[in-house]
């Protein structure tokens, strides 16, 4: 096998302060956290981890929730443009929010998460929530979603193959990642809020997510970027850099990056949209 190509140092600055290197797929145009720690678990148990909690204990965190309220029902927008009802799967499904709002919206709604604080505080919400996709095996869903999840997800080719399984034939399956390829990626460095290594444990850009889900029979068939998430994401790497002035400058640096975007296409984030296709075309 071909030895990877280091690509940048980073350091966890939510848990263990610890420094974690990315290195090229040899596959795939993507990048992996190495090395993988075998007690992953820890690196999530913090109460500022805010996607596992409804916090709004500070500004940042308040204007965190406030984004995704609004981006709740855009997102079901976006998917009521390929489905208007049937069963949604929400992978990752954290506090259980987009559920809820799925439901709003005449959705089945079933919802996966292997924490268990945040399927607690689902469960308060009356959503209740799988641990893994073992409870569902025997189901077909009509919409998968996976909003910022799969860099979470340590066997990736495993996780798309079940995602397939999983897909009605008609289905659509909506996937948001950061995009490392991004202006606020490239300028914020091993700064780079997004990175969250070890919890991220790959990177993707345009191109990668691409070529792993063709290798697994998906077609990409749509993009739609997440303009937000450059300004929360800059605002996190002004704090990982101790920065004066940090609000000024995040968001500059976020309105730079979707600026840049514009004519680049390479936002912070990108939501894709895939369809099965037929296995050996």
Same mark, same amino acid.
């Given at each position: 096998?071909?030895?990877? +190509? ?32 075998? @007690? ?7 109460? @500022?981890? !805010? ?10 965190? /308040? ?6 309220? %609004?981006?709740?029902? /855009?997102?079901?927008?976006? !998917? #009521?443009?390929? /489905?208007?009802?049937? +069963? ?13 709002? $799925? ?105 990668? !997510? $691409? ?6 029979? %998906? ?21 990982? /850099? ?15 990056? @979707?600026? +840049? ?14 369809? #099965? ?5």
């Amino acid at each position: 096998m071909a030895k990877q +190509k280091y690509f940048i140092s980073c350091k966890d600055y939510l848990v263990s302060g610890e420094e974690f290197d990315l290195f090229w797929s040899t596959e795939y145009e993507i990048l992996e956290t190495k090395p993988v720690p075998r @007690n992953l678990p820890f690196y999530y148990s913090s109460d @500022n981890y !805010i996607s596992h909690t409804d916090s709004k204990s500070d500004f940042t965190e /308040k204007l965190y929730q406030r984004v995704k309220t %609004f981006m709740l029902s /855009k997102k079901l927008g976006w !998917i #009521k443009n390929y /489905k208007t009802s049937g +069963k949604l799967l929400d992978v990752g499904a954290g506090t259980g929010d987009f559920l809820i709002e $799925a439901k709003k919206h005449a959705f089945d709604i079933y919802g996966v998460e292997p924490n268990e604080t945040a399927r607690g505080v689902a469960l308060h919400k009356d959503v209740v929530l799988e641990k893994s996709f073992e409870e569902l095996k025997d189901l077909k869903f009509d919409v998968i979603s996976m909003w910022h999840v799969l860099e979470h997800v340590a066997d990736q080719e495993k996780e798309i193959t079940s995602l397939y399984n999983l897909l009605e034939e008609d289905g659509v399956l909506v996937v948001a990642v950061p995009n490392f390829r991004s202006y606020d990626a490239d300028y914020y460095k091993e700064y780079w809020a997004a990175y969250d290594v070890p919890r991220h444990l790959y990177h993707f850009s345009q191109n990668g !997510i $691409a070529e792993i889900f063709s290798k697994f029979n %998906f077609e990409l068939v749509e993009k739609r970027p997440l303009i937000f998430d450059s300004y929360y994401v800059s605002l996190l790497s002004e704090k990982h /850099k101790a920065a004066s002035w940090k609000y000024l400058k995040a968001f500059y640096r976020g309105w730079m990056s @979707n600026f +840049k975007a514009r004519s680049s296409s390479e936002y912070s984030s990108l939501v894709y949209f895939f369809k #099965k296709r037929e296995k050996g075309l």
